[in-house]
């Protein structure tokens, strides 16, 4: 008998990773892709020597949930994701106050044999200026820049590894070595000067952190590559460098596009502006350059401006608005969080994740009990003031009153334990599955944060950080200000260093997944998802090319042509091997081949 579970929902992580290489002469971008390269030929589970390269025929990064799409002449180079021949930069760091940078480039498309896709013609493409895995590259220009556009590192670019060629039209990409699909079903490629690690899909809370964390693993793989080939290189899983620079932590939820819009956002700010103090890494310095001394609660919030927007990387919104749901547009959107925190401690990857799919069930469920706790007025001046308030009892404008943000997640969770008592008859594994775990870790951390915060400095990874840098201040007699805090901060997040390995060593962090689960997750996807087919064809398939989360690309020997296997179901078929078997036939029907036997 199937089990109910309030939080079980289609979720994914994504971890942009800092990544430094003190006395090395490769500007980010190239350091960033030599990092991923240097995982390719474990990408694979170690079976197959050609990397699989990411498909980007269904990518559309400009259309928006509010409606409608950017038009390109207009977006900002940062938002052009979809382009396979070129990397896209990050905002100028002056546009970190909010404001909007211009930008302007136009992208040719040869002509290029296209793929197939599964029950349809020949794909011509669908946008005039993406291509698919099987076009050609991308040749860059850039007309009339004017003062203060994001102008592309050309040279950059150019330097950056070449990709072995698909044999398809003989045309070479040059994305190939930086844009991986690996064979757990995630993604590993670089992104805004960044190595970025994408989880595959998940359905539960905890196994979103357990494939959270199989990322540090791999990019801690990359960088133990590049020290064995001389480098000295360093990964960390933070979202800030001190000195004004921010990358991301990103989250994904599925949700019923039958969901008012403007509820849906209006929830999702009060979850993400009161969470911090549950799910918070913790940051020394106040303001995006560190501009004031001191430790806040979220290493992200200050970099948010804005409650909502389609860009990632200048004027930060709590949410992004991209309409791109990897799914069924008809029936489902993906929520895309930016504003969250890198997490290295298990309890705050899996109650992220929780607790807002808990609070998505409620909103599709009873969202009358929810409307006295939404946030009104500023968010994004509340999102800010929880992040420095240590004391936990700065009051929020909600709908039914003014409630610190401890009292907002606590009434939240009081409703969730209500609903799920009243639907499901109690608060049990047996009775609601996953979310009695989520409901358990909530509960014992809102408890220590009301009474005694080093109780839960196991499980609170800002509590952890705050007491390890009270110690160092206390032995050393230093203030907020001094550079060795500053470091503590930065190391903290290496996904080599020893911050972690000790406390870990000393029992000092409460892990919900042993190694060897975590282990496992970097070369085996989840069961119980549609990556699990794409992880299983990079890893078991020689001649699988490309794949996206939509699709895989495949080239049977002696075809002419990459066929385009459909991954639009969200579930796993149930026998992998003869769904592949009968996507073949019906490409062989299509394009004149012979039918596989």
């Known amino acids: 008998m199937h089990t109910p579970d309030p939080a079980r929902r289609m979720v994914g992580l994504e971890t942009e990773f800092g990544i430094s290489a003190p006395g090395c002469a490769m500007n980010p971008m190239q350091l960033s892709a030599r990092s991923v390269a240097a995982y390719a030929p474990f990408s694979r589970a170690g079976r197959w020597s050609q990397a699989v390269r990411w498909d980007y025929e269904d990518e559309d990064p400009l259309a928006d949930l509010r409606g409608g799409r950017l038009a390109r002449d207009l977006a900002d180079a940062s938002l052009l994701t979809d382009l396979p021949g070129s990397l896209a930069p990050s905002a100028p760091a002056s546009a970190s106050d909010g404001s909007q940078p211009g930008g302007s480039a136009d992208c040719r498309e040869p002509s290029a044999p296209s793929a197939l896709s599964a029950g349809a013609s020949l794909n011509q493409g669908t946008g005039g200026a993406r291509q698919s895995l099987a076009g050609g590259l991308c040749d860059w220009g850039v007309p009339g820049v004017g003062a203060g556009e994001v102008v592309r590192d050309l040279a950059a670019e150019q ?79 933070n979202n800030v ?96 969080v930016i504003s969250g925190d890198a997490n290295r401690f298990d309890v705050p990857i899996l109650l992220k994740v929780g607790i807002t799919n808990l609070a998505l069930w409620l909103l599709e469920t009873q969202p009358q ?73 909530w509960q014992k951390v809102l408890d220590g944060l009301a009474s005694d915060i080093s109780a839960v400095a196991d499980c609170v990874e800002w509590a952890a950080k705050y007491q390890l840098c009270q110690g160092l201040r206390w032995r050393g007699r230093i203030g907020w200000d001094h550079p060795r805090l500053a470091a503590l901060d930065i190391q903290w997040g290496d996904v080599d260093g020893a911050i972690i390995k000790r406390l870990d060593a000393g029992g000092r962090i409460m892990r919900l997944a042993c190694a060897a689960e975590v282990a496992d997750a970097v070369a085996v996807a989840p069961p119980d998802t549609r990556a699990y087919l794409r992880g299983w064809a990079v890893a078991n398939l020689e001649h699988t090319v490309g794949a996206s989360w939509t699709s895989i690309l495949y080239q049977p020997p002696g075809w002419p042509h990459i066929v385009r296997l459909s991954l639009k179901s969200l579930r796993p078929q149930p026998d992998i091997t003869q769904y592949l078997h009968e996507q073949l036939k019906h490409q062989g029907s299509l394009s004149g081949q012979p039918k596989s036997n």
């Open 159 to 237: 330097a950056l590894p070449p990709g072995a060629s698909l044999r398809t039209g003989k045309q070479l990409q040059r994305q190939a070595l930086t844009n991986l699909v690996l064979a757990n079903g995630g993604r590993f490629y670089v992104d805004h000067a960044h190595p970025e690690y994408s989880s595959p899909e998940c359905t539960t809370p905890f196994a979103a952190m357990v494939w959270d964390r199989a990322g540090e693993l791999i990019a801690a793989q990359a960088v133990a590559q590049l020290k064995a080939e001389g480098m000295q290189v360093h990964a960390y899983k």
């Open 241 to 336: 460098d001190g000195k004004g620079a921010t990358w991301g932590a990103h989250e994904n939820y599925l949700v019923s596009r039958a969901l008012p819009l403007d509820l849906l956002n209006s929830l999702l700010a009060t979850v993400l502006v009161t969470r911090q103090i549950v799910v918070g890494a913790g940051r020394v310095g106040l303001g995006e350059r560190s501009e004031q001394s001191g430790f806040q609660i979220s290493q992200r919030a200050d970099y948010i401006h804005t409650s909502v927007g389609l860009q990632t990387t200048y004027a930060r919104p709590l949410l992004n608005m991209r309409d791109e749901p990897h799914a069924d547009g008809r029936a489902w959107r993906r929520i895309h």
């Open 369 to 441: 009990v929810l409307h006295p706790l939404l946030l009104v007025g500023d968010v994004v001046a509340q999102c800010h003031q929880v992040s420095r308030d240590l004391t936990l009892k700065t009051k929020l404008s909600a709908s039914g009153g003014e409630f610190s943000a401890l009292q907002i997640q606590q009434k939240l969770l009081d409703a969730v334990k209500v609903a799920c008592v009243e639907r499901f008859g109690g608060l049990e594994a047996s009775q609601i599955g996953s979310a009695a775990q989520v409901i358990e870790l």
